[in-house]
């Protein structure tokens, strides 16, 4: 993996973790997934870093699956399903249990897996701009592992509704619906954010952010990893259904799916 999918840099105590994807609109695929979950263990292990920023170069934060890795998961085994769906959990978690501050700075469309990589961020800035969506059920396929994160942050009401439609909804929806912290302008976003960071850093202590960041995670997902591991298992069994190829092979031919 010599392309740098991922750009990682340190100042102030503020790691920046950069999705550098641009031609493929910051696309996930096993390698961005590989190589963002990498950053963020070395954020962790990082001693002059005290809080993350997850943030995107190009317009978009991140528009999910690429072509390619959507066309390589119609001829994957289940058992390669399951490792692949594995690496998404892996990254999700990951974020979930670092012992720092996880900051997105959402300047463009999460959708998708996109949508899913904001959600499970400590702390979401978003930009007016930005659409979000869990798509997922449009090709056929299930939000699984996001799902475990988005019923704790939302309603079962708004869960469903997210969820079962598909639908992309606006910055000022997200954080009506309390799956984000803050909506800003484009061009004051990146000085907001770091402004932020710099008071987690200048303003508590570590050891106190790290354990209030594991109570709030104990107390809101006692039964987080059962639910992920079920997850992961309807995840690597969606994928081998007919409506999932039939969803695939309509969006890689760009027409609309007869359902």
Known sequence: MSEELVLYTVKDRIASITL??????NALNPDLVTQLTTNLIKASEDEAVKVVILKANGSVFSA????????????????????????????????????????AQVEGHAIAGGCGLATVCDIIFSVHEANFGYTEVKLGFVPAIVSCFLMRKTSETIAKRLLLTGELFTAEEALQYNLITFVTKKEDIAQKVNDFALDLCNNASANALMVTKQLINQTTYPLLEKSLEMAIQINARVRESDDFKKGISSFLNKEKTKW
């Open 64 to 103: 999910g699956a690429d072509l390619a890795y959507l066309q390589q998961l119609q001829q994957n085994t289940y058992e390669e399903n399951l490792a692949d769906s594995n690496n998404l959990k892996k990254l999700f978690t990951t974020i979930c249990y670092l012992p720092k501050v996880v900051i």
């Open 20 to 25: 550098n994807r641009v031609e493929k609109r």
